[in-house]
């Protein structure tokens, strides 16, 4: 059980691993404003040190206390170890509304760390399942520009999940600022994700090393009509490309489309 008591200032350091990657100023203005008008409503928690205290939650509460001014921080102080210490911290910060996806990943993957890799451990400890472990971990080697949405906040972790399958860097760009302008769910994205890979499958079959003719000989060249101009050139140099109808309806001379791929 933890120890309720009044620590000095002077003795208490932030976290070893911080939480956030970063405290906004404002905000860090606005907690300490509503702390001095309503009072400290939940204590800290430290973790003793030595002669000294680490907070394991509340570090926004310590830094808003600390402009304030005070000389000492009401704390929940606990004797526990390092591992404990995270599992706590874990728990008492997932239940912040304002705690991003990647910030609870980080925090996630410490808590792997401490129990080499169990995930089965893991997410016992923190009460949740183990796909959402792996799948909350795995944000953190997301490419950067998916990781970035998900960190602004601009997609949700569900809806950015799908387009990791898009290698291609400027599409999937595309289509995240696609998802972020127009508000697109996770089906979304998991359909254009499902269709670059199938596009990609074609264009893997186009430029595949044509066949042998007999099994020896001479390279055999596939020829194969073009959309465009119908004409039948080398298959293994054609591109696949993915066209709305209007846009297919005018290079095939204004005539009706039945079909948006090209």
Not at 62 to 82: H, I, N, Q, T
Not at 147 to 172: K, M
Not at 214 to 240: N, T
């Amino acid at each position: 059980m933890p120890s309720e008591m009044e620590v000095p200032t002077g003795l208490v350091d932030g976290p070893a691993v911080p939480d956030r990657d970063s405290v906004g100023q404002e905000k860090l203005i606005e907690l300490a404003e509503s702390i001095k008008t309503r009072g400290l409503l939940n204590r800290i928690g430290l973790r003793r040190k030595a002669d000294r205290f680490e907070i394991i939650w509340g570090a926004r509460r310590w830094m808003a206390m600390l402009l304030l001014g005070w000389d000492k921080l009401p704390a929940s102080v606990f004797e526990e170890s390092e591992a404990s210490v995270e599992e706590m911290r874990y728990v008492e910060n997932s239940q912040r509304e304002d705690l991003a996806p990647f910030e609870d990943a980080k925090a996630l993957r410490r808590l792997l760390e401490k129990h080499c890799g169990r995930v089965s451990v893991v997410a016992a400890l923190v009460g949740r399942s183990e796909s959402f472990v792996r799948s909350r971990v795995a944000i953190l080697e997301w490419p950067l520009d998916l990781r970035e949405a998900v960190q602004s906040r601009r997609l949700s972790p569900s809806v950015a999940a799908p387009l990791v399958e898009v290698a291609d860097d400027i599409e999937r760009r595309r289509l995240i600022a696609y998802a972020v302008e127009n508000g697109a769910t996770a089906a979304t994205t998991r359909y254009w994700a499902a269709q670059w890979v199938s596009t990609q499958a074609m264009v893997d079959l186009s430029v595949a090393p044509p066949p042998l003719v007999g099994g020896f000989g001479p390279v055999a060249i596939v020829l194969y009509p073009c959309s465009f101009c119908q004409e039948a050139s080398d298959a293994s140099k054609h591109r696949i490309l993915r066209a709305c109808p209007s846009c297919v309806a005018i290079v095939e001379g204004g005539q009706p489309v039945a079909s948006a791929a090209v």
